[in-house]
């Protein structure tokens, strides 16, 4: 266990529509990651969030966007949601930066768009 | 582009042989590197990592990596296997704050 918590686990929707990924980060963590996983893209970075701003920005779509509340856990928004969105989307925490620390990661949210 | 490369898509060996999984990149100036491993059904895990320093490092589970610049190159090696480092192996970058990470390797060991 990382102590990374993300929800939920699996998600089934349909194309068109709009979903949130939840992701806590290990206590103490400032830093929070977002990655998709998928068969044809591979594992890939979308976007990081400090301590409340966002630090760093990957391949993340126009229609994805994500934000880093107080209490600093995290939520990335999906919407107008194509098949191939389908993915396994990872939540990963460390205390500031990746050329500092360790990152921990979530067990991950398996999307299903049909 | 900038990537990360891994040579072996799918690698099988038994007990006891000797694994070295390639990875290089295209980055120019400093990079800090990782391996990361991902048990089947689990998160993903550091292995190793490399900031600076001694170009050989030693990770978890008797795994290490080297580090040679001029081949933009950090291999991972495990002496001997064992049915239990059955795996996805990532190798990632850091570059511009940002982690890229290979396609990965499937590592089978076969008891």
């Known amino acids: 266990d990382s102590g990374v918590t993300q929800t939920p686990k699996h998600l089934i929707t349909a194309t068109g529509q709009r979903v949130t990924l939840r992701c806590s980060p290990r206590?103490?963590?400032?830093?929070v990651y977002w990655y998709q996983q998928s068969l044809d893209q591979g594992l890939q970075f979308l976007i990081q969030?400090?301590?409340?701003?966002?630090?760093a920005k990957g391949n993340i779509l126009e229609r994805f966007s994500a934000q880093q509340f107080p209490d600093l856990h995290s939520e990335l928004n999906l919407s107008s949601l194509e098949l191939g969105d389908s993915a396994l989307y990872f939540c990963?925490?460390?205390?500031?930066?990746?050329?500092?620390?360790?990152?921990?990661f979530g067990p991950g949210t398996r999307l299903t768009v049909l | 582009a900038q990537s990360v490369s891994q040579h072996n898509h799918h690698v099988i060996l038994s007990e006891a042989a000797s694994l070295e999984l390639g990875c290089n990149y295209s980055?120019?100036?400093?990079?800090?590197l990782f391996w990361y491993v991902q048990y089947p059904g689990q998160h993903l895990q550091l292995l190793l990592k490399?900031?600076?320093?001694?170009?050989l490092v030693k990770g978890i589970k008797g795994f290490e990596a080297e580090f040679i610049k001029s081949k933009f190159s950090f291999n991972l090696r495990k002496p001997s296997v064992q049915w239990s480092d059955t795996a996805e192996y990532f190798c990632?970058?850091?570059?511009?704050?940002?982690?890229?990470f290979g396609a990965g390797t499937t590592v089978t060991v076969r008891a």
């Open positions: 980055y120019g100036g400093t990079v800090n």
């Open positions: 490399y900031f600076s320093g001694d170009p």
């Open positions: 990963a925490s460390s205390v500031v930066s990746l050329t500092a620390d360790t990152q921990y």
């Open positions: 969030y400090y301590n409340g701003e966002e630090r």
């Open positions: 206590s103490g963590d400032l830093s």
């Open positions: 990632a970058v850091v570059n511009d704050y940002k982690l890229s």
